[in-house]
């Protein structure tokens, strides 16, 4: 039972352009939510996060949002650069009840077109 | 900082072997976690530590698998007989303390073949 889901394996963007990446939860229980970034060979990295609190955390060129109701984030890239070319990983947990665990989605491949 | 370390970085053995997975957390940290990565199924945490004591192996599939922290600095991952199926990419990873910030910090991983 996948309860962070990514439906799109992979996405192609023009470089310069808007990359928009997607992630869908089913329990409402988690609270705060993740996006980690991989290049091949290495491991996933930690890119940006947001709180249940809120609906909207940016940070540079990055920025998520969050919708409780849909259960619904979003991570947005702009613009986007060949070095953003990753997979890109969601993940949930809930922070609130001091549960330290991450539940990750299967990863969308990003790959910014020069 | 060297980050989290893991060996070895491949590994191909045969079906009903023992493979024995290490990663060597980020001085400090209190958390260590075991994930295996799938297409099918993305990263799933397999089992996670805290001052060295199991918290949650749920996520550990069957009783093939186990895993240890003897102490801060070193764990374990093993898997007793190997079959095809467990072929994937297994990381480590650490963090220090829990609630909010849970960043952790991923090693660069153990590819598995197990033929």
């Known amino acids: 039972d996948q309860q962070v889901k990514q439906n799109s394996p992979s996405l192609s963007v023009q470089e310069g352009r808007i990359s928009i990446l997607n992630c869908d939860y089913t329990n409402s229980m988690f609270d705060y939510f993740l996006w980690y970034k991989k290049y091949p060979a290495e491991g996933p990295t930690f890119l940006i996060s947001i709180s249940s609190i809120k609906d909207k955390n940016e940070d540079g060129r990055f920025t998520v949002f969050l919708n409780k109701s849909a259960k619904h984030l979003s991570l947005h890239i702009v613009p986007s650069q060949p070095g953003d070319s990753a997979v890109y990983f969601c993940?949930?947990?809930?922070?609130?009840?001091?549960?330290?665990?991450?539940?990750f989605g299967t990863g969308t491949r990003l790959t910014i077109i020069p | 900082d060297a980050g989290v370390i893991q060996s070895p970085r491949h590994e191909v053995t045969e079906m009903g072997q023992e493979v024995t997975l290490r990663c060597k957390p980020i001085s400090g940290h209190d958390y260590l976690f075991w994930y295996r990565q799938t297409m099918m199924r993305g990263l799933e945490l397999l089992i996670y530590?805290?001052?060295?004591?199991?918290?949650?192996d749920s996520g550990m599939p069957e009783d093939r698998f186990s895993a240890k922290m003897p102490n801060a600095s070193f764990s374990t991952l093993k898997i007793q007989p190997s079959e095809p199926r467990d072929s994937a990419v297994y990381f480590c990873a650490s963090s220090l303390g829990s609630g909010l910030y849970n960043e952790q910090f991923f090693g660069p991983g153990t590819r598995l073949t197990v033929l």
């Open positions: 993940a949930a947990s809930r922070a609130r009840f001091g549960n330290e665990k991450l539940t």
């Open positions: 530590f805290n001052n060295n004591v199991p918290i949650d």
